[in-house]
Nanobody, 122 residues
Framework: QVQLVESGGGLVQAGGSLRLSCGAS????????MAWFRQAPGKEREFVAA????????AYADSVKGRFTISRPYAKNTVSLQMNSLKPEDTAVYYC???????????????WGQGTQVTVSS
């Protein structure tokens, strides 16, 4: 079984920060694109951010630009998401994913984590 595992979720007040981490279990993702998605209750899973295997190229959803930062060491099986200036609208289950291309569609990613809950209070 090849899977990604997320950690770092929790409850935080609006304006606060959280840092999510993701690591590989049972596989190697050093040469793959890694990304973060989120899904709020009653909503579709949406793209948050992605980073190439080199860690040099990143992409962000407009809703998180300037507040979230995705990062990873070169060719490593880990990825982080630093979330600052959190808003109640950021409340969702956050998922780590890995794939072979830098795209925003969830269907393009092959491997997924189980998700970690992020709750932002007003």
């Amino acid at each position: 079984q090849v899977q990604l595992v997320e950690s770092g979720g929790g409850l935080v007040q609006a304006g606060g920060s959280l840092r999510l981490s993701c690591g590989a279990s049972g596989g190697t993702f050093g040469n793959r694109v890694m990304a973060w998605f989120r899904q709020a209750p009653g909503k579709e899973r949406e793209f948050v951010a992605a980073v190439t295997w080199t860690g040099l190229t990143t992409a962000y959803a407009d809703s998180v630009k300037g507040r979230f930062t995705i990062s990873r060491p070169y060719a490593k099986n880990t990825v982080s998401l630093q979330m600052n200036s959190l808003k109640p609208e950021d409340t969702a289950v956050y998922y780590c994913a890995a794939g072979n291309s830098m795209v925003v569609g969830a269907g393009a990613y092959v491997y997924w984590g189980q998700g970690t809950q992020v709750t932002v209070s007003s």
